[in-house]
């Protein structure tokens, strides 16, 4: 019975022994076969395609979203109630300054002019007639005739009649200022707009009226535009600066305007951040047109030496910005990198040195180590298409002929 016992046991040890070695002898296969592909996965190449990192002066440019405004512009109004007599404008003409627009009815304004004109002829009579009692006053003076008193009195009505003069002559000036409003020149050189008045209309002295025509500038024109607090300082350097160009673009038009800053406000809105900015533009071609909206570009400093890569190869990490960049050894290696500027398509950093390869596309594969092949640009959208099925562009990629080192390597530890 003890044989029996003692045979079972044996039995029952031998199989656990045989099971737990079946099971070690399975996992060590498995994890030799995940890590021979592994092992092949990282060294098969990753397709990208690089930019070299130039040094170069670089233009730091603002954007904006301008409206287009008239340097000038000017509602005309009359100073006095009365009609119009005539219009000598059409609208939508170009006026010189001084040029006479509408004449008004002057009769009534001429008549007060000829009534301040007889009142002075008047007056001049009656100090004629003074003068010649102060004469004759003085004479009588002389021979002890008259007292002193009365040489005083005829002096005094003498220098009254003579302020009354200066009165006439003042309220003649006056009569003429109004006999003037009647004819309406332009102040200023432009383009007449919508004209609300015909011959015979009334117009009245009242600022808040309809005006007569409004006189726009349109040569030379301005944009006003937001600037960011930040770069107020740069904006205003850059006015000192003889080039400090500013070009300007209609969103519906591929035609550009070259300008120069001209104005920056003295304030901060503290609403939005900015300040307003107006820069000046030729305006011959008349191509811009007061109230249009247009897309600013202005360079308000430049960087020196600075190193420039495609934006497409910043990559933002947990840890800062990071590009990716081809090693002498023809392998991924990650650069941190400090952002100076960024516009457009390309990028300003700091962290990496000019004639370095930075990669833009592919990089969403790499890791620091990988195995790089570089593409050309014209082979880009032949490569993305064989990247987006990368079991097949594998087996593709790898020859048939030349099996992977590690997988041999793992079947031969199977196999022993």
């Known amino acids: 019975m003890s044989k029996l016992r003692t045979a079972v046991i044996g039995l029952g040890i031998a199989a656990v022994a045989a099971g737990g070695y079946y099971t070690w002898r399975s996992g060590k296969t498995d994890a030799a076969d995940k890590t021979a592909r592994t092992t092949g996965a990282e060294n098969r190449p990753i397709s990208v395609t690089t930019a070299l990192a130039q040094r170069r002066d670089y233009p730091v440019r603002l954007s904006a979203n301008g409206i287009v405004t008239a340097l000038n512009t000017v509602d005309i109004r009359s100073q006095i109630t009365s009609t119009v007599a005539r219009v000598y404008i059409k609208e939508g003409q170009f006026v010189r300054a001084g040029e006479l627009l509408f004449t008004l009815d002057s009769r009534p304004d001429e008549v007060n002019l000829a009534k301040a004109q007889a009142q002075l002829d008047k007056d001049q009579a009656s100090l004629t007639d003074l003068q010649r009692q102060l004469a004759r006053s003085k004479d009588l003076f002389d021979k002890k005739f008259v007292a002193q008193s009365v040489l005083d009195a005829s002096q005094t009505q003498v220098d009254a009649q003579a302020a009354v003069i200066a009165s006439d002559r003042a309220a003649i000036n006056a009569a003429r200022v109004a006999l003037s409003y009647n004819r309406i020149v332009a102040p200023a050189a432009g383009r007449t ?20 025509v409004t006189i726009t500038q349109m040569d030379p024109i301005a944009i006003s535009f937001p600037l960011p607090q ?7 350097e850059s006015m000192q600066q003889s080039g400090n160009a500013v070009a300007a673009q209609l969103p519906d038009r591929p035609e550009q305007f070259k300008g120069r800053m001209q104005f920056v406000d003295n304030v901060v809105d503290a609403a939005s951040g900015t300040v307003k900015a107006k820069a000046v533009f030729d305006n011959k071609g008349l191509k811009l047109w007061p109230g249009a909206y247009a897309n600013v570009d202005l360079s308000v400093r430049t960087l020196k030496d600075a190193i420039v890569i495609p934006m497409e190869a910043m990559v933002v990490s947990p840890k800062g910005s990071i590009v990716y960049i081809v090693d002498a050894d023809g392998k991924a290696a990650l650069r941190p990198v400090t952002l100076l500027n960024a516009a457009g398509a390309e990028a300003v950093v700091q962290g ?9 596309d592919g990089k969403q594969n790499l890791r620091p180590g990988s195995v790089i092949r570089e593409r050309n640009v014209d082979s880009k959208s032949a490569d993305k298409k064989s990247d987006s099925a990368p079991g097949l562009a594998g087996a593709a990629n790898k020859p048939a002929s030349q099996p992977n080192p590690a997988t041999v390597a793992a079947s031969a530890a199977s196999a022993s």
């Open 193 to 212: 707009g919508v004209i609300s008045v015909y011959p015979g209309s009334l117009v009245q002295a009242n600022t808040t009226a309809t005006p007569l």
């Open 230 to 236: 930040r770069n107020l300082q740069d904006a205003l």
């Open 352 to 360: 990496i040195e000019a004639g370095a390869k930075v990669i833009v």
